[in-house]
C-alpha cells in the first residue's frame, strides 16, 4: 500500500497570505495524485488532478505541483472560504488519502 | 450535473451486514466507474471499493473479504454491502465517481452516516 503523508497536520494562515501544503508518497506515484478541500458537514470537493491540472470552477488561486513523490498545493492568495481540511490521494496504485491538513485562520 | 445520494440503514448490529445505495442523478451510471469511501469521525478517508456499469469490481485488499459491490443500471444505482461490521466500521459513507479508472473521485455524493451498535 502506498502511504501518503500530508504536512502540515495544521497551518495557521491569516487570510490574504499564501499558504502552502506538502503531501508526500511513500512510493513514486508519477503525476498521479489529486487534491480535496473539506468543510465541515460537507463531502471532499476535488480541486486538482494529475497533480497540476484544476478541475472544472476551481478558482485559479489554487495550483499544484510536484511528481513522483513530493507534491505540493498552493494557495496564492486565501480567502475566508479556503479555511477547511486539504486531503491528497493518489491513484497510481488503488487508492489512498493523506491524513489531511487543517487549515486555519491565524 | 450529475448528483449522487446515499440511502440505507443508519444503524446496524455488530456482526450484521451493512448495506448502502447510491442513486445516481443528473446524468446515465454507463461509461464511467463508482466508488465507495468512508471517514470515521475526525479521520481520513478510506476508499472501499469500486464498480463499473458492467459490473466489474475491484476492492480494497484490507477489506476485500467483507466487501462487496453490486449495480443496477437499470435504476441508475450502485450498492455497497459489507458484512461482519464491528464498531470500528462506524463512519461516514460515501459514494463517488471515478471519470476513468484508476482516477480522481468527482462528483461525491454528501455521505450518510452509518454506526454500528447493538
Known amino acids: 500500500e502506498i502511504v501518503m503523508t500530508q504536512s502540515p497536520a495544521t497551518l495557521s494562515v491569516s487570510p490574504g497570505e499564501r499558504a502552502t501544503l506538502s503531501c508526500r508518497a511513500s512510493?513514486?506515484?508519477?503525476?498521479?495524485l489529486a487534491w480535496y478541500q473539506q468543510k465541515p458537514g460537507q463531502a471532499p470537493r476535488l480541486l486538482i488532478y494529475?497533480?497540476?491540472t484544476r478541475a472544472t470552477g476551481i478558482p485559479a488561486r489554487f495550483s499544484g505541483s510536484g511528481s513522483g513523490t513530493e507534491f505540493t498545493l498552493t494557495i496564492s492568495s486565501l480567502q475566508s472560504e479556503d479555511f477547511a481540511v486539504y486531503y491528497c490521494q493518489q491513484y497510481n496504485n488503488w487508492y489512498t488519502f493523506g491524513q489531511g491538513t487543517k487549515l486555519e485562520i491565524k | 450535473q450529475v448528483q449522487l445520494q446515499e440511502s440505507g440503514p443508519g444503524l446496524v448490529k455488530p456482526s450484521e451486514t451493512l448495506s448502502l445505495t447510491c442513486t445516481v442523478s443528473?446524468?446515465?451510471?454507463?461509461?464511467?466507474?463508482w466508488s465507495w469511501i468512508r471517514q470515521p469521525a475526525g479521520k481520513g478517508l478510506e476508499w472501499l471499493g469500486r464498480?463499473?456499469?458492467?459490473?466489474?469490481?475491484s476492492y480494497n485488499p484490507s477489506l476485500k473479504s467483507r466487501v462487496t459491490l453490486s449495480v443496477d443500471t437499470s435504476k441508475n444505482q450502485f450498492s455497497l454491502k459489507l458484512s461482519s461490521v464491528t464498531a470500528a466500521d462506524t463512519a461516514l459513507y460515501y459514494c463517488?465517481?471515478?471519470?476513468?479508472?484508476?482516477?480522481?473521485?468527482?462528483?461525491w455524493g454528501q455521505g450518510t452516516l452509518v454506526t454500528v451498535s447493538s
Open positions: 512510493q513514486s506515484v508519477s503525476s498521479n
Open positions: 443528473g446524468g446515465s451510471i454507463s461509461s464511467y466507474y
Open positions: 463517488a465517481r471515478n471519470p476513468y479508472a484508476p482516477g480522481w473521485f468527482d462528483p
Open positions: 494529475g497533480a497540476s
Open positions: 464498480i463499473s456499469a458492467s459490473g466489474s469490481t
